[in-house]
């Protein structure tokens, strides 16, 4: 075809016509595509995403299918010392946030086993410096029981459910360990001091004196003045046993 043929072809109505059904099929196809491709993707439709954190993530499976969104845990490995097991404390994307229907969410959930630790040597220590000891171990005390012993407030064993502990068992992190303490009293026994006959000022000097406790305070009478009173009677009596450990209460009974 010579130029002056094709000359003619392009500006025929034929070429004209052909040309125009081609521009309206391309731009048919491009009007189908971009309202399949906004459908196939939510074009324009978001939704808000629920606060997952401290839900258990079977809870979360059902809000996020309430929502039209996804949940995948992408971490099951934290432990803390606080929280439960199995328990959501992060996402991503983050609570509230818009994002469009079908969305996946990413769940940081707690431990549901706790890793073992071993426990420290805490014979010896202060009741205080053992807490944070366990805290720092990622452990904390649970029970504390006073035993005779002149060491004030000093671990002398530790337990967990019943059974004593060595430095160097393995417990679940997070355990409440059971502690053994002194009383700061030991098993010093004394004699029964005469209370009878002494004013309640007297009485309880002698008391704390001997490394005893006051006890129950009962009066016959209100007393004008309670320092004053004296005491008619005391539980035990001197007669009633010779000895008894120190830190055990003495009971009075006074009268004006």
């Given at each position: 075809m010579s130029s002056s043929d094709l000359h003619l072809f392009i500006?025929?109505?034929l070429f004209v016509k052909h040309l125009l059904m081609c521009i309206s099929a391309v731009l048919v196809i491009l009007v189908l595509a971009y309202l399949w491709l906004g459908a196939y993707t939510n074009h324009g439709t978001t939704?808000?995403?629920p606060d997952f954190k401290g839900l258990k993530l079977a809870k979360a499976v059902e809000l996020a299918a309430a929502s039209d969104l996804l949940v995948e845990v992408s971490d099951s490995s934290v432990f803390i010392l606080d929280k439960a097991p199995g328990v959501i404390i992060d996402q991503d994307p983050s609570p509230r946030e818009a994002v469009k229907l079908g969305r996946?969410?990413?769940l940081t959930i707690t431990r549901t086993v706790p890793p073992q630790v071993r426990i420290p040597n805490l014979i010896d220590v202060s009741k205080r410096q053992a807490e944070a000891i366990l805290y720092s171990y990622g452990l904390k005390s649970g029970k504390v029981e006073y035993k005779p012993d002149?060491?004030?407030d000093v671990v002398l064993s530790v337990s967990f459910r019943g059974k004593t502990l060595s430095p160097g068992d393995e417990v679940p992190k997070g355990s409440a360990l059971d502690l053994a303490l002194g009383d700061g009293l030991g098993n010093t026994e004394v004699n029964?001091?005469?209370l009878v006959g002494l004013t309640l000022e007297?009485?309880?000097?002698v008391?704390?004196?001997s490394g005893l406790l006051p006890?129950?305070?009962?009066y016959l009478k209100t007393p004008s003045d309670s320092m004053s009173a004296k005491v008619v009677s005391q539980t035990p009596q001197p007669g009633d046993t010779m000895l008894v450990k120190q830190g055990d209460a003495i009971h009075l009974v006074l009268q004006p």
């Amino acid at each position: 075809m010579s130029s002056s043929d094709l000359h003619l072809f392009i500006r025929s109505k034929l070429f004209v016509k052909h040309l125009l059904m081609c521009i309206s099929a391309v731009l048919v196809i491009l009007v189908l595509a971009y309202l399949w491709l906004g459908a196939y993707t939510n074009h324009g439709t978001t939704v808000e995403v629920p606060d997952f954190k401290g839900l258990k993530l079977a809870k979360a499976v059902e809000l996020a299918a309430a929502s039209d969104l996804l949940v995948e845990v992408s971490d099951s490995s934290v432990f803390i010392l606080d929280k439960a097991p199995g328990v959501i404390i992060d996402q991503d994307p983050s609570p509230r946030e818009a994002v469009k229907l079908g969305r996946k969410v990413y769940l940081t959930i707690t431990r549901t086993v706790p890793p073992q630790v071993r426990i420290p040597n805490l014979i010896d220590v202060s009741k205080r410096q053992a807490e944070a000891i366990l805290y720092s171990y990622g452990l904390k005390s649970g029970k504390v029981e006073y035993k005779p012993d002149l060491a004030k407030d000093v671990v002398l064993s530790v337990s967990f459910r019943g059974k004593t502990l060595s430095p160097g068992d393995e417990v679940p992190k997070g355990s409440a360990l059971d502690l053994a303490l002194g009383d700061g009293l030991g098993n010093t026994e004394v004699n029964i001091p005469t209370l009878v006959g002494l004013t309640l000022e007297e009485a309880l000097f002698v008391i704390r004196g001997s490394g005893l406790l006051p006890g129950r305070i009962e009066y016959l009478k209100t007393p004008s003045d309670s320092m004053s009173a004296k005491v008619v009677s005391q539980t035990p009596q001197p007669g009633d046993t010779m000895l008894v450990k120190q830190g055990d209460a003495i009971h009075l009974v006074l009268q004006p």
